[in-house]
């Protein structure tokens, strides 16, 4: 592999050529030149096709939590693939790293999450657990209970029922979406919708559009309330600590399951194994992907609790559902691996006793900053607001211009986190040390000083 210019060119054509990326613009890529090529990766850093050295603010796609060049990773994969490279779980067969990923899954996941069903992608274990679930209230004999209620900025992937499922507007403006019965309400998002309440109190109000909602649909025709923990691709947006006891207690008295996505929460992102444990939430399913297999291998999982479980038992039957790579048993021993790691070097406790309490206190720092509105963090995932007043939370116009300037200046300064509209988002690998995190602030300051000047603020 060599990394000289010319070849950086050709990529990029045979790129524009042939490869269409993920949510991309595509005219628009090709006009400004064509991709960055990540050629390799160690720890925390990233490295370029032009041999630029890259920090890695964002873990990927929130999933690198132990970090890039695991050599125990890629031996487990080795060692797997030569003992048994595939083998599905379909007409009672199994392998044993997805058996001891399953039970494993179940110790570490909270009380009752005993059971797990895998897949390849957060897409499609949200997909699985709306097939599931579906089937599940049929066989407690209320098929009517079909409705999904999930919030406005939710990501839950991105097949047609898990973009249903999420709240983002731009992807139900195309094909259609959302399929009849997802329902979506306010999210918990102080800084765009409390106005003039304090976050407690706009926290219960939130809460109230989940019950009023239910209520509007019928409480007999809502089969799950489903949300992140807080939520990621939306914004990094953390609930007020009053919203989750009370949606908990609502999904409870009107007998609509209580399901959260862990996908990107989960395995010690927040500081704790799953967030779900920080908020008191004791959920009926949970939805694991990322930091399962830490991005090494797709890999997802639905842990289902005893309600749902035992009734899929009890009454029999075939659940006509799965992959082809369902419990695929090379990633299965690569998450093995992964979660052997996160626990020899305790990676989620040095999140929650350190680096995660460091990037809060580091954060802070910028909520002096003329365009800063507010800063927000649970352990090692957090977010600035960018505004053009802070102090009535006025947004710049329009919405994503000044996300998107101070983004660029981050990359240019070989810092890579992202925007969502003007919340600049970071959530780095569960390694990054409190040296990564000053260069990380420190570039986020400089890059926002960049962006207030690009805007004629400062
Ligand atoms: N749920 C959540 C909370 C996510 O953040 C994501 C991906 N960012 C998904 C589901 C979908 O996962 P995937 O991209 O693996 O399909």
Redesign the pocket.
Known sequence: MTSQPDQTVRWRESDTAHHLHPFTDYKGLAEEGGSRIITHADGVHLTDSEGRRILDAMAG??CVNVGYGRPELAQAAYDQMLQLPYYNAFFKTATPPSIELAAKLAELTPKGLDRAFFGS??????DTMVRMVRHFWALKGQPEKTVFLSRVHA?????MA?ASLGGQAAMHGQGGLPLPGFEHVMPPYWFDYGGELSPATFGEAAAQAVEDKILSIGPENVAAFVG?PLQ??GGVIIPPETYWPRVQDICRKYDVLLIV????TGFGRTGHWFASEYYGLEPDLM?L??GITSGYL?L?AVMVGPRVADTLIAEGGEFFHGFTYSGHPVACAVALENLAILEREQLVEKVRDDTGPYLARRLAELRDHPIVGEVRSLGLVGAVELCADPATRRHFEPLGKAGTICRDHCFASDVILRAVRDAMIVSPPLTFERTHIDQMVDTLRTCIDRTARDLGVL
Not at 121 to 126: E, F, L, P, T, Y
Not at 261 to 264: L, M, P, R, S, Y
Request: glycine share 12%.
């Open positions: 796609l929130w992608s957060g897409s499609d274990a949200n990501y839950h992937g991105s097949t898990s992140e990621g691709a996505d862990e996908v990107i939805i992907a990322k797709p997802s």
